[in-house]
Every structure is written in C-alpha cells, then in structure tokens.
C-alpha cells in the first residue's frame, strides 16, 4: 500500500532558491495497476521517484507499506522495482545473465538460488537466447525488458516505471505493455502513451505539480485532453 | 563493433581455467616478453598462442576480428623495422605485438566479465586496511566495462547530429556536448544504482 500524506516537493535550483514542483500530494493507493499521466514538468518523475526514496519530499511523508521512505530507504528498495525510460542507465553489468545475477548480489543467497532464479528470469523474459551476449548489442526493447527482468528477479512487491516505452518503436511498446499487464505485483507506471493504461485500475493525472485528477483511465485521459487542449 | 573482446561461450579447457591463473600467465608472458631476442622465439610464441587459440576453440574469424584494430599500427611499424633494422627485428617486434593482443583477447573471450571482475575484487582485498571497499571496486571495473559501448553509442548520437544539420565536426562542438551527455549518463546510472540498492 502507498500513502502520501501532504507531500510538496522544493528542489534547490542554482541560485539557492527552491522551485516548488510537488503541491499538497495525498492519496492512498491499493489498487493492482496505477497509471501517471501529466505534460512535462508536471511532477510525474518527481512523485515516482519518491516511492524508491530517490527524492525524500521537503514537506509531508510517503510511505510504502508502513515504510517511511525519509527513515527506512534501504528497506524500502528491497521491496520497490524501479524502471527507468533509457534502459542503458540501468544496465549495470555487460552481460545480459550478470546484469540478472547482480540484481541478487546483496541478497546473501546461495549460489545456486541464484543461478536458479536467474535462469528463471531468463525464460520469462524470452532472453535465454542471449544469456551471455553483451547488453549493448540487445536491441532497445530487449534492452528494457533486461532492465525489467532484472527488476523483477528480485520479486519486487511495488514496481514503479518512468516512461518505460518512451524511446521504444511500436512492437517493442507493445511488448513491453504485454509484460507489464501479466505483471504480479503492484504497479505504478508513469507514461506519455495514453493506451499503456486502458486496463489500468486507477489513473492519476498530475498538472504543474499538482494532483488534479484520480479515477478510471477513459475518465483520466478526457481530464487531461481537457488541460492539455483548451 | 569490437570495442572490447567479448566473451564467446565455449566448453573448452582454456575456458575452463580459473580467470586468475590467465590474467596471470598473461602478465607473465607481458613481463617474459621483453626478454625475447631472437626472431624465431616470437614466431614460437605465435605458434603458441594459435594453439591457445585452437584449445579454446574460438573461431578464426573471431581472431581476426580481434587483430583488426591494431593490424595497421603492426603492418606500419613493419614496415619501418623492415627498413631500418631488418626483418629479423621486423618479426621479433610485430609480432610481440600480435602475440600479446591476442593473448590478451583470447583471456577475455574465454572468461565472464563476473569472473574477471572477481579476480579484482580478490586482488583489491588488501585496499580494505586503507576503508576501501573490493567490492566496490570490482563494481566500477564492470561498470568501466559496460560503459565504453555506451560512450561509444553517445560519440556517435553526437556526431550524427552534428552532420545531420550539416556542422564541420570541431573538436570543441563534438566534446561539448558529448561530455554533457555523458555527464547525464553518469548521473542516470548513480541514480539507477541507488534504485538496485546499492549506494551502501
Ligand atoms: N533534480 C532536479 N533538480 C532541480 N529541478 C528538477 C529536478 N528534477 C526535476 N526538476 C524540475 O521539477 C519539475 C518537475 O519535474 P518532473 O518531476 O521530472 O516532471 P515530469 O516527469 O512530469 O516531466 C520540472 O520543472 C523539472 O525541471
Ligand atoms: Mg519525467
């Protein structure tokens, strides 16, 4: 469960002084899937990043589960999944089945558990064909889903994703969006493409930093047309 | 693209060793190198590292493809040995070259990153009395690794689009804003890497 209560957001710019980006935020998410829309600079990143403690809010707490992200961030991203949009940020390792393998390194498992599990990730995500290929020669939706897998192979209990097809062509989105429909644990995917979210439980629209808009997805999408093209 | 020799995943003995015994017979053979002086102990040496490269059963294409970056450099320095000191020299000199670069190619073929990286981490293990991690640094030199393709795929970003709007390649308009991209990816992966947990 996500709880945000009064969270506003200042990041400090050059000058010192803070440019509010996140105003008033509470919501209580328990839904399966969550969808974040909203123009740039809207606060969509800023909110998502919040839910790993990436960004501690300046004024209010967020809490995952009974967690507070300012107090407990280590705990908190042993149970949140975070995907970014440039899945070549996130690869870490140059192998594909490393990459896979480092995500469990902190983990204390036996050797075994962890090839096991690897191996698991692998098949899932149809990438046993390039076990030990280097990841810069995956083509960028294989890239996002290795970034995926290597998310999930840790059973994440909350995964959030910034924009996860955003740099993807059309069947790579669209297997993507396969993924991330049969995904089992909670969702929160923050997202420029309107139709990732049409079987979505919940969808939140955000506007200058504000949460101006939170019911089904069809409802979502009119609101922020509405913002967006009047 | 051969940046860097990528592993190429075979059952063989030379894949089999443990990755510190060949980073250490290449260090070996590197230091044992300069010894050579005669002509027809490089072209054993050659010979050598061919079956090396027999044992592991990497294929001559793969080779090459190794050799390819430096064969100019090699054929040019050839040449000028040839000339000025002989054949004789012109042997012993490319061909220690090539023999080491292969040697050297054939280690990473033949061995996981994780596995190299391991060997580092092992050798950093007395940097812990001075409050540095290995781990750590067994992390930066995958890291290092991962990111020469990257950095390679930014150069090219930025190069493109320079010519795309049709701008003369300056040094300075090609490294302003690739050290502004790569700058970006740096912070992008310290940031995915709290995301992994792993800013402890
Ligand atoms: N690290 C940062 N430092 C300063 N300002 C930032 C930082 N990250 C985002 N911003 C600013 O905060 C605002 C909201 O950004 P963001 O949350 O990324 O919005 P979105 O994801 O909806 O585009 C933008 O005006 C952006 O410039
Ligand atoms: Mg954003």
């Known amino acids: 469960m996500i709880e945000f209560a009064g969270v506003s957001h200042a990041y400090p710019d050059a000058a010192g002084q803070a440019t509010t980006v996140l105003r008033e935020v509470s919501v209580r998410l328990t839904e399966h899937r969550i969808g974040v829309i909203g123009a740039n600079g809207s606060g969509k990143s800023t909110f998502a990043r919040m839910l790993n403690a990436l960004v501690v809010p300046s004024v209010g707490s967020v809490r995952v589960d009974g967690l507070d992200t300012a107090r407990e961030a280590r705990a908190i991203r042993r149970r949140v999944g975070f995907c970014f949009t440039d899945p070549d940020a996130q690869i870490v390792m140059p192998t594909v089945q490393e990459d896979l393998a480092f995500s469990l390194r902190r983990r204390h498992l036996p050797k075994d558990e962890v090839a096991r599990r690897v191996e698991a990730a692998l098949d899932t995500y149809g990438l046993a064909a390039y076990r030990t290929q280097p990841a810069h020669l995956l083509s960028g939706g294989q890239k996002q889903l290795l970034a995926l897998a290597a998310v999930l192979v840790t059973d994440p209990a909350l995964v959030v994703m910034d924009e996860p097809t955003t740099l993807l062509d059309l069947a790579n989105a669209v297997r993507v969006r396969e993924r991330v429909r049969a995904l089992a644990p909670q969702v929160v995917l923050v997202t420029h493409q309107l139709d990732l979210l049409d079987q979505f439980d919940r969808v939140l629209v955000f506007h200058e930093g504000r949460l101006v808009f939170d019911g089904a997805p069809a409802d979502a999408v009119a609101h922020y047309r509405g913002l967006v093209l009047t | ?200």
């Open chain 2, 1 to 200: 693209m051969t940046v860097l020799a990528t592993y190429v995943e075979r059952d063989s003995p030379v894949h089999r060793l443990p990755a510190g015994a060949k980073l250490g017979g290449l260090v070996v053979i590197a230091a044992l190198s300069v010894l050579v002086r005669h002509w027809w102990q490089t072209a054993a040496l050659l010979v050598v590292v061919a079956l090396l490269y027999a044992a592991a059963y990497i294929p001559w294409r793969a080779a090459a493809a190794q050799l390819r970056p430096v064969a100019l450099l090699v054929a040019g320095i050839g040449v000028f040995q040839v000339f000025v000191a002989g054949w004789e020299r012109a042997v012993l000199v490319c061909g220690g070259i090539t023999a080491l670069v292969a040697l050297a190619a054939l280690v990473s073929l033949t061995t996981r990153t994780d596995a190299l990286v391991e060997v580092v981490v092992g050798l950093a293990g007395p940097l812990r009395r001075f409050g540095l991690d290995p781990e750590r640094v067994g992390l930066l030199a995958s890291l290092g690794i991962r990111s020469v393709p990257v950095l390679v795929g930014l150069a090219r970003e930025v190069r493109d689009a320079q010519r795309a709007r049709g701008a003369a390649t300056r040094p300075v308009a090609f490294l302003a804003p690739l050290m502004v991209r790569s700058l970006r990816h740096a912070d992008q992966v310290a940031e995915a890497l709290a995301a992994r947990g792993i800013d402890d």
